[in-house]
């Protein structure tokens, strides 16, 4: 209908100068005239101007004083000619209407306000304010000093109003075309297909978005890691168990059990079951002794190891408890030189901020095999770190209980252009490898980094709640490019 009346008033007149006043004239709303003109304009019927409008509409409590009067007419009129007592009116009018009625009824000098009894001070008022707001609610000029009076008392708002004025456009007609979109079962049997003019194939116009599931960043730089390590014939080792003994996490990796790290304030210990049940007898025996004397050639650490410091359960605080596993069973099956990689959950009670949380992935790589020497660490990290493009890299000296020598590495990302630390690295110590039962000439070299944070680097993320956790950002995850073809 105001489709129709657009396009036959343009048939007869220049233009419609005001949609406003259109709509207003034909008895529409102007939202729905405002939905026509964009269809319309869309398909170049009629040229639309902008026009804007300032203008003044009710708020919400405007809107309720111009239906049911203002709240100081409402309490004047709750009283009765002889006066009723405060409380007795106070049970007739609304809290919020009282409030504010009765300071304005005591201002205009309408009504007597004693402390128990409330009496009229004259017979008759007349709802100014409710008068007021009707006239602007029509739309009708009111004097600037009432204006000024409703917006106080927030009954009023400016508000920009929006409307168009329109003309004939390149492709006017008095009445538009319907087109079909469909060729039906019913065209077909009536015979109208003979007649039917069909719209125009759009084959530039988008499809919907595909709603399917989409991959979790993390996962996805997870795939990347795995396929470098499998490239590189490394075998994964298995990471299922986040919960771990103090014994495989620290002891066996000849960590002391006074080391800061072991402290409640770094890691995360279980309550419930607060111990592991079982362990190798005569490996944990080598463990005490090297802890507390020595041997090979170590002086050891000349302290009094307790088994049930070993024996606390706790959450992995890194995957390197999972590759002393994997190495004191290799040793127990008899050597064979491997390489072994895992990706997985490691938990720290960390103070949680925009680079940290209390847990994240761990990526870990072990090469095993005799007389390897820090040569081959350096060899092995310029080819697994070029395959992910960085191809320049320093090492810095670092210090872990477990390894010696070692070292922090630094890669040159070419993107940000500048040196990023991405991991920690180191050959094993014998003070860890021997007591295993691994041959003497057996080197093992290993580091470890994190997954968030090349993910981060790699997808531009700079708060890693955005990433994981519960405040995942799910946007991120399903604006993401689906999978990334070389690393730049
Ligand atoms: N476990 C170390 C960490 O959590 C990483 C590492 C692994 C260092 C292997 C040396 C050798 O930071």
């Given at each position: 209908m ?60 405007g ?10 007419v409402?309490v004047?009129l ?5 006066g ?69 008392r ?35 049997q ?25 991959l ?20 994964e ?11 495989w ?8 059990q ?12 279980l ?24 041997g ?22 890194h ?22 990689f ?6 720290r ?5 925009r ?10 790589g072990?090469?095993?095999g ?44 070419e ?22 039962g691994?041959?003497?000439d ?11 944070r ?10 890693i709640?955005?990433?994981?956790g ?19």
């Amino acid at each position: 209908m105001a489709e129709e009346a657009v396009l036959g008033f343009l048939e007869k007149n220049e233009e419609i100068s005001d949609s406003g006043q259109f709509a207003a004239e034909q008895g529409v709303d102007h939202q729905e005239l405002t939905n026509v003109i964009k269809s319309l304009h869309g398909f170049r019927l009629v040229e639309a101007q902008d026009i804007k409008r300032e203008r003044w509409a009710l708020t919400n409590e405007g809107k309720m004083y111009a239906s049911s009067g203002s709240p100081e007419v409402q309490v004047f009129l709750a009283i009765p000619p002889e006066g009723i007592s405060l409380e007795e009116l106070q049970k007739k009018v609304d809290a919020s209407v009282f409030k504010i009625g009765r300071s304005q009824a005591i201002k205009n000098q309408w009504v007597e306000m004693g402390k128990q009894f409330v009496t009229r001070k004259i017979l008759h008022v007349e709802d100014k304010v409710k008068e007021l707001l009707i006239l602007v609610q029509d739309e009708k000029v009111i004097d600037p000093k009432d204006i000024d009076a409703l917006k106080r008392r927030k009954l009023i708002t400016s508000q920009t109003w929006k409307g168009y004025s329109l003309r004939k456009g390149p492709c006017y007609a008095p009445k538009r075309k319907k087109y079909a979109t469909d060729l039906t079962r019913e065209n077909l049997q009536r015979g109208e297909w003979k007649d039917l003019e069909f719209k125009e194939y759009n084959f530039l116009a988008k499809g919907q978005p595909v709603d399917g599931g989409c991959l979790h960043t993390l996962l996805k730089v997870r795939q990347q890691f795995k396929m470098i390590f499998l490239q590189m014939g490394f075998e994964e080792m298995p990471t299922n168990n986040f919960v771990e003994s103090s014994f495989w996490n620290f002891d066996a990796l000849f960590q002391p059990q006074q080391h800061p790290a072991r402290d409640s304030h770094d890691t995360f210990f279980l309550q419930v079951p607060s111990t592991t049940k079982t362990l190798p007898e005569d490996y944990v025996e080598r463990v005490k002794n090297i802890h507390e004397s020595g041997g090979h050639g170590s002086r050891g650490y000349g302290y009094d190891w307790k088994r049930e410091e070993a024996d606390k359960n706790l959450l992995r605080t890194h995957t390197t408890a999972v590759s002393s596993r994997m190495l004191y069973q290799l040793a127990k099956d008899g050597f064979a030189p491997k390489k072994y990689f895992s990706i997985d959950r490691v938990f720290r009670n960390e103070a949680v901020d925009r680079t940290h949380l209390a847990e994240f992935h761990q990526i870990e790589g072990l090469v095993c095999g005799r007389g390897l020497t820090l040569g081959d660490l350096i060899g092995v990290f310029n080819d697994f770190f070029s395959r992910l493009g960085m191809k320049k890299l320093k090492f810095k000296p670092a210090y872990n209980p477990y390894t010696e020598p070692s070292m922090e590495i630094f890669g040159y990302h070419e993107g940000l252009k500048k040196w990023v630390e991405i991991g920690n690295s180191g050959m094993f110590r014998p003070e860890m490898l021997l007591p295993m039962g691994l041959p003497e000439d057996v080197r093992v070299i290993a580091w470890g980094l994190s997954l968030e944070r090349p993910t981060m680097i790699l997808y531009g993320v700079d708060n890693i709640r955005d990433l994981f956790g519960h405040k995942v950002d799910l946007g991120l995850i399903k604006r993401n490019p689906l999978c990334r073809i070389g690393i730049e």
